[in-house]
């Protein structure tokens, strides 16, 4: 009878714990969500939605940039390329401010709401994308004379290159709470303590990409079209009312999301363990380390503990108790004197990640390329598909987006089921191999778009077609579908529970600190290069000599790929301990 009674209650906590979700997340309400009306597949589709719109925007400006600033602003190769990676690098370092303000301050979901009104309606999106419709659609601010009869001019007007570059600078200060914050929350709506969901989360990151390079396709094909056919203000009216539409979709889901409570400053914890690991370094180590300070259960915020770790030991003693002056020990002290263990253990995750952040960047340098360089040798090839069509040299890019799609879904169906049976791991490979094995694609795409310069330069006179750069930008795209993916869930795993917007921003400031190395790189190659000879960057790709530069980069990301592969081999994955709450 005593037996029944112990199964019936255990049954019970066991049927408790599949009907509410215990992440610390909260519905609409505030209240612990239901598991089945709540979270999951079906409110995360209404956010990929959102982020597909996001990125048809993104990509239709943004292939488009390089070609722009040459043909209409007429700045040279140099130039151009490098104000496309100032733009792209403040793009993507802008959401670092904008996750932190998520994970600190605001929530997620009501930072999305803002930044996306913003974004759309006030400074960034309507009034970024409506100046630059509005530089096509008003004389005075039209790149050329409009009374010039010839149609052609040397060099854009002054005013409209600064209304131009204020828009673009607009949409990227629009993209910094809205791209982190967009992508967390979306992860946010799978349970990590559920078996199920975990396991959902893990293919919500590849299906993720999948939009998002859904829209990078038809940003780069039908909204470039519209571009080089009609004009750049009607292709951004188009890309106004894309997102306002899915921004109400996105709103409709509201009741069905869960929702993550902010804690206050992630950094502040932080700043607290080194000032305290610092005020006892005299002090000796405990001989166990159970001996640390951990907070309890019922004083714990969001019931998911980390264990303590051997490595950065000098940090646990911020986590060491001392006695007060009558000998007794006193666990109520300040916290710039006292932590957790689990506090001491998320500042060694910021840590160990530093190396790793660190040596994923030459593949943003790598990826920079694309939007750059990539695009600009498609406009001097032969696009002609018929006598009638030619292709837009920025449409080309829709091949990377096909690359990336190719390798997550054969990563996802085919791979992971395979190497889970070899490895027991249920990812199939570990997340730093996944963001190794594209590094060594981004290897690759270098030498092969390295082989294909050189072979165009011998024939210029002949005007190669423009199929010859297909293999560059699908292999970079390969690269993209293993290190990107890898990258959002490393960032979004690794870092604590309360910085997981600022984890994401942390995937993106890889790509915008590529893009700033890529023109500093520039400038650093210029200068060297033209004082032993002549620059590798001419007025023109037919006066440059891109193929020693696509060379450089494989050389050094290939010695680059050594130091990361030494560091991933050192790195401790996050081990977090279950604490129902």
């Known amino acids: 009878m005593e037996k029944n009674t112990i199964d019936a209650k255990t049954a019970e906590i066991e049927n408790n714990e599949m009907k ?113 419709s509005l530089s096509w659609f008003l004389p005075a601010l039209r790149p050329c004379d409009h009374h010039n009869i010839h149609n052609t001019c040397t060099k854009a007007r002054r005013v409209h290159e600064v209304v131009f570059f204020i828009a673009m600078y607009l949409i990227s200060f629009g993209t910094g709470g809205h791209k982190p914050s967009l992508q967390s929350f979306g992860a946010d709506q799978f349970d990590d303590d559920h078996v199920s969901e975990k396991r959902k989360k893990m293919s919500f990151f590849n299906w993720w990409n999948c939009g998002v390079c859904s829209g990078l396709i038809i940003g780069v094909t039908l909204i470039v079209y519209v571009q080089d056919h009609v004009n750049w203000g009607v292709a ?32 502040t914890p932080m700043f607290q363990v080194l000032v305290a690991a610092i005020s006892k370094r005299k002090l000796p180590y405990p001989s166990n380390p159970s001996e640390l300070y951990e907070a309890s259960n019922f004083q714990s915020c969001n019931g998911r503990f980390l264990c303590h770790t051997e490595k950065l030991k000098f940090l646990d003693k911020a986590a060491m108790l001392e006695s007060d002056d009558d000998g007794n020990i006193a666990k ?22 530093i190396p790793i952040w660190v040596f994923t960047l030459p593949f943003g340098i790598c990826m920079a390329q694309t939007t750059t360089f990539f695009i600009k040798q498609g406009a001097i090839m032969d696009r002609k598909i018929s006598n009638n069509f030619e292709i837009p040299p920025a449409s080309i890019f829709a091949l990377t987006a096909t690359g990336m799609i190719l390798s997550v879904a054969i990563y996802d169906r085919i791979l992971v089921p395979s190497l889970k049976k070899l490895t027991a791991n249920e990812r199939g490979m570990n997340i730093l191999q996944r963001i190794g094995t594209g590094m060594l694609f981004s290897i690759i795409s270098m030498v092969v778009a ?88 001419g007025k023109d790709l037919n006066n440059s000599r891109l193929d020693k ?17 030494f560091f991933a081999r050192q790195y401790s994955y996050k081990n977090v301990q279950k604490v129902v709450v």
Request: no cysteine; proline share 3%; glycine share 6%.
């Open 549 to 565: 530069f696509y060379w450089m980069l494989a050389v050094m990301t290939t010695l680059n790929l050594f130091l990361f592969v």
């Open 236 to 267: 951004d009216i188009i890309l106004i009312g894309v997102m306002a539409f899915s921004l109400i979709i996105f709103l409709l889901g509201r009741k069905s999301y869960r929702y993550r409570v902010p804690s206050g400053s992630p950094l």
């Open 450 to 537: 390295a082989l294909v310069e050189r072979k165009r330069l011998k024939m210029v006179h002949l005007k190669m077609n423009v199929s010859w750069l297909v293999p560059q930008f699908l292999i970079i795209g390969f690269g993209d579908g293993f290190t990107l993916v890898g990258l959002q869930e490393y960032f979004y795993d690794q870092v604590p529970d309360s910085m997981r917007s600022l984890g994401i921003a942390l995937y993106l400031s890889v790509i915008g600190a590529g893009s700033f190395l890529s023109s500093l790189i520039i400038t650093i190659v210029d200068h060297v290069t033209s004082k032993i000879g002549k620059s590798w960057f």
């Open 332 to 353: 109520k002290q300040s916290p710039w004197k006292l932590a957790t263990v689990t506090k001491v253990e998320e500042v060694k995750l910021i840590i160990n990640m």
């Open 20 to 132: 509410w979700v215990h992440d610390s997340s909260v519905d609409y309400k505030g209240r612990v969500p239901l598991r089945d009306s709540t979270g999951s597949w079906k409110t995360s589709l209404f956010i990929i939605v959102f982020e597909f719109s996001e990125r048809l925007s993104y990509f239709g400006v943004a292939t488009s940039l390089v070609l722009y600033l040459t043909k209409i602003i007429h700045q040279d190769l140099k130039m151009a390329a490098k104000n496309v990676n100032y733009w792209i690098g403040v793009t993507t370092l802008m959401p670092l401010l904008g996750g932190f303000i998520a994970d600190a301050y605001f929530s997620r979901y009501i930072t999305i709401i803002i930044s996306s009104i913003v974004y759309l309606m006030f400074l960034m999106k309507i009034q970024g994308l409506v100046l630059l």
